[in-house]
């Protein structure tokens, strides 16, 4: 059964990151899950027939919905007995004040801040309303969570932009005190051809990981996780990626909009939407034929990915980076950068040897 994503605050951020989307909608007004929707969605969750009921709360930026937001979160879950709550957030970090950092020691929320690398990377893209670099803000809000003993996870765009400084940024997120490293790669034509000069290319992608393997390398710090180095390694002992684009379904999450609506996942947008929460359950959904639909969508794969040595670990890759290449099924566009680094990964076996103890992840 999937996890929850709860878009709690739509479509609206205290940023204007460059390559985001969200950047060119209305932003009049902050658009927040109501408290009516939100005891909706909290009873729906608890209804799920699994012991751990997984919440991950994003935006826009989720910490606009305000601190008594959160409060009535946990309180609502503490209603709905025998649950095992997980909560996560994603957060810019640039709002993190000692009461927010306090709020999630104190109920055990795992939260991820998104810093794009260096400060001179994060600040090319990562902008406030005055098209100011955002770094110093964001840093200081990690610094804050720190002393509330919280240890943030990093989210690391890549664009065209900064794809040539794989190396330089992870070794100043290390540097920095991050230990959980996720890069995800800019790829949005299929959404907004708008940003398409930010869209990364398969070749760009695949020296990209190579960068960041070396660097990562050299740094040799068994307790440094970086997520795309992981999973492959993972798979290299067997064990089962946890990451959705590694599943080639979208089976690992749902996505709640503000206003109820229920899709799987950011990348796809409402055009994939299976209901709203506020008319039916989750079990209901997942039994429709929306659902069903698109989950026979999701497991076509190409002739090429049928013989493909890869192919029970990858799937395809993520369903919403998929695109025609002529092929009998939409086919995932970093294919290429996938089996380079499978490749270098076999080449470094030497290597790996040392470094595979490193990986506890699957
Ligand atoms: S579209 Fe991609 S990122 Fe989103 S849930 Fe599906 S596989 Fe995961
Ligand atoms: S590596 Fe390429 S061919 Fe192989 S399964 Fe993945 S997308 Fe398909």
Redesign the pocket.
């Given at each position: 059964m999937p996890s929850i994503q709860a878009k709690i605050v739509g479509d609206f951020c205290n940023l204007r990151c460059t390559y985001c989307r969200d950047r060119d909608f209305d932003q009049g007004r902050v658009r927040v899950m109501s408290g009516e929707t939100l005891s909706v969605l909290i009873r729906a969750v608890s209804a799920l027939p699994q012991s751990v009921l997984r919440m991950h709360w994003l935006g826009g930026e989720p910490t606009l919905a305000g601190l008594d937001f959160f409060r009535e979160v946990v309180r609502l879950q503490a209603l709905c007995s025998g649950g095992n709550w997980r909560n996560t957030i994603q957060t810019n970090a640039t709002l993190i004040t000692s009461d927010w950092a306090r709020f999630f020691k104190a109920h055990n929320f795992k939260v991820g801040v998104s810093i794009d690398g260096t400060q001179e990377t994060h600040d090319l893209d990562r902008v406030n309303l005055s098209d100011k670099g955002s770094y110093r803000q964001a840093m200081q809000g990690v610094a804050v969570l720190r002393d509330a003993e919280v240890n943030p996870s990093v989210i690391c765009v890549i664009t065209r932009r900064n794809v040539g400084l794989g190396a330089q940024m992870l070794r100043s997120l290390v540097n920095n005190g991050f230990t959980n490293i996720s890069f995800n790669a800019f790829y949005n034509t299929a959404t907004d051809p708008s940003r398409d000069d930010y869209a990364v290319s398969d070749s760009e992608w695949t020296q990209f990981l190579k960068d960041v393997f070396e660097e990562w390398v050299r740094i040799d710090r068994p307790d440094v996780k970086v997520r795309e180095i992981d999973q492959m390694l993972a798979w290299t002992q067997g064990k089962i990626a946890k990451s959705c684009v590694f599943r080639g379904t979208c089976s690992s999450w749902l996505l709640v909009d503000h206003d109820g609506a229920v899709y799987p996942c950011e990348r796809l947008g409402r055009p994939t939407s299976f209901g709203n929460v506020r008319d039916s359950s989750f079990t209901e959904m997942l039994k429709g034929s929306r659902y069903r639909e698109f989950a026979f969508r999701t497991r076509e794969?190409?002739n090429?990915?049928q013989?493909?040595?890869?192919?029970n670990?990858?799937?395809?890759?993520c369903v919403a980076h998929r695109t025609d290449d002529g092929d009998s099924a939409p086919?995932?566009v970093?294919?290429?950068s996938?089996?380079a680094f499978?490749k270098l990964l076999q080449n470094s076996v030497g290597t790996l040897g040392s470094l595979a103890s490193h990986t506890e992840r699957g």
């Open positions: 794969v190409p090429k990915c013989k493909c040595e890869m192919k670990f990858c799937h395809n890759g086919h995932y970093y294919c290429g996938r089996l499978h």
